[in-house]
Nanobody, 117 residues
Framework: QVQVAESGGGLVQAGGSLSLSCAAS????????MDWFRQTPGKEREFVAR???????TYIDSVKGRFTISRDSAKNTWYLQMNSLKPDDTAVYYC???????????WGQGTQVTVSS
């Protein structure tokens, strides 16, 4: 099994930056991609970005050019660098690994990002 744990959230003014981390543990060699999601109260969890093991990046339109997903393979840690933050980016951010066979890991506790206007 693989477990993930998010960190790095906080309060930032609009236009500012934050870097989120997602530390994976367990059978990390089974990870084929890592996704970031976000969720605000009363809304569905929303896909934000993906990085495959082969290095392909995918982003939702609203974050393209502002967010960057990356990884440090030696640390089994993935990152979501968020620049030019907007109040609409306020949410709890989660990471989830896609494993060989196509299943997702269980959700971590998430990390709160709050962007003030």
């Amino acid at each position: 099994q693989v477990q993930v744990a998010e960190s790095g959230g906080g309060l930032v003014q609009a236009g500012g930056s934050l870097s989120l981390s997602c530390a994976a543990s367990g059978r990390t060699f089974t990870i084929i991609a890592m996704d970031w999601f976000r969720q605000t109260p009363g809304k569905e969890r929303e896909f934000v970005a993906r990085l495959t093991w082969g290095g392909d990046h995918t982003y939702i339109d609203s974050v393209k050019g502002r967010f960057t997903i990356s990884r440090d393979s030696a640390k089994n840690t993935w990152y979501l660098q968020m620049n030019s933050l907007k109040p609409d980016d306020t949410a709890v951010y989660y990471c989830a690994a896609i494993l060989q066979g196509g299943s997702y890991t269980s959700w971590g506790q998430g990390t709160q990002v709050t962007v003030s206007s």
